[in-house]
């Protein structure tokens, strides 16, 4: 059974850094074909996707947010990292994880997502 | 301003059918495959359609995806209450080496 949990910071003073977890269970950070994702969602707005990792270490980021943001994974500790620099307003959110796999177009398994404020 | 294009609303009565556009372009729809997600209030989104037209298992036959050149559509039929919710398209674009949503579509039974 594939899941995904986020964990990280409620709320953030801006400028600062944000730094977010991605827990998996049910797959391996390091089997073939294996992605995970960060994907946000501002209040009542729509998604927004950030960043992608592969179990090759493969990496891509959301064009307009590359420069802020960095994804790693620690397969030994079954976690997906992203941070974030500079943090904004604008970037409250709710921010999720989810399972992907190579080639396959899709994110097939989400996390619960963890709301993220930033306000001083 | 979202890289594909969708309704904001429908509406339909239960037991109707609706349908959800999504237009994009050839970098992304036109070439690659789209996928459906389903979000409830308050919850994570879920994958609801693949590949276009394919159904991760426990989604019933009641919706329905397909693709034609650079848009997509997603059908629902036999409403029931329960699928009120925002529905988001989303794909990869090659030429922004990006995966993209919609803008989401809510779906409101009345």
């Known amino acids: 059974q594939i899941t995904l949990k986020e964990s990280g910071p409620t709320l953030v003073k801006p400028t600062q850094t944000l730094t977010l977890t991605c827990t998996i269970s049910?797959?391996?950070?390091?089997?073939?074909?294996?992605?995970v994702g960060w994907i946000r969602q501002p209040p009542g707005k729509a998604l927004e996707w950030l960043a992608l990792i592969y179990w090759d270490d493969d990496k891509h980021y959301s064009p307009s947010l590359k420069s802020r943001l960095t994804i790693t994974k620690d397969t030994s500790k079954n976690q997906v990292v992203l941070t974030m620099t500079s943090v904004d307003p604008v970037d409250t959110a709710t921010y999720y994880c989810?399972?992907?796999?190579?080639?396959?177009?899709?994110?097939?398994?989400w996390g619960q997502g963890t709301l993220v404020t930033v306000s001083s | 301003q979202s890289v594909l294009t969708q309704p904001p609303s429908v509406s339909a009565a239960p037991g109707q059918k609706v349908t959800i556009s999504c237009s994009g372009s050839s970098s992304n729809i036109g070439n690659n495959f789209v996928s459906w997600y389903q979000q409830l209030p308050g919850t994570a989104p879920k994958l609801l359609i693949y590949?276009?037209?394919k159904r991760p298992s426990g989604i019933p036959d009641r919706f329905s995806g397909s693709k034609s050149g650079t848009s997509a559509t997603l059908a629902i039929t036999g409403l029931q209450t329960g699928d009120e919710a925002d529905y988001y398209c989303g794909t990869w674009d090659s030429s922004l080496s990006a995966e993209v949503f919609g803008g989401g579509t809510k779906l409101t039974v009345l």
């Open positions: 989810a399972h992907r796999r190579w080639r396959k177009f899709y994110f097939d398994y």
């Open positions: 590949e276009a037209a």
């Open positions: 049910g797959f391996s950070l390091s089997a073939s074909g294996v992605g």
